[in-house]
């Protein structure tokens, strides 16, 4: 079992900045990727990003790229969302993920979630 624990969510304007991290828990997580996903409300949930834990390779979503940074630092077990030039659309709940496998497009663990809001 892995348990994943989000905090860094809130409120900022638009062209602002957050960063989210994400500490995992439980079994090792040496062979997997984690990543985060976002839903707005009325939207369908969102890929944002994601790293390996092993190599540190990382992936973004088209709408998320050259703003926003996934990072990890596995002597915390943390994973970290650096979100940067904020826009309203951004606005949703981010959820941290563990996937199955560092090549796996399945997700096994979620996080609880939390908010971002982009004031206009």
């Known amino acids: ?8 969510g809130g409120l900022v304007q638009t062209g602002g900045s957050l960063r989210l991290s994400c500490t995992a828990s439980g079994r090792t997580l040496s062979r997997n990727a984690m990543g985060w996903f976002r839903q707005a409300p009325g939207k369908e949930r969102e890929f944002v990003a994601r790293v390996t834990w092993s190599l540190g390779n990382t992936y973004y979503g088209d709408s998320v790229k050259g703003r926003f940074t996934v990072s990890r630092d596995k002597d915390k077990n943390t ?16 959820y941290c993920a563990a996937y199955r496998g560092a090549l796996s497009s399945s997700v096994d663990y979620w996080g609880q979630g939390t908010q971002v809001t982009v004031s206009s």
Not at 1 to 8: H, I, T
């Open 79 to 94: 994973v970290y969302l650096q979100m940067n030039s904020l826009k309203p659309e951004d606005t949703a709940v981010y």
């Open 1 to 8: 079992q892995v348990q994943l624990v989000e905090s860094g």
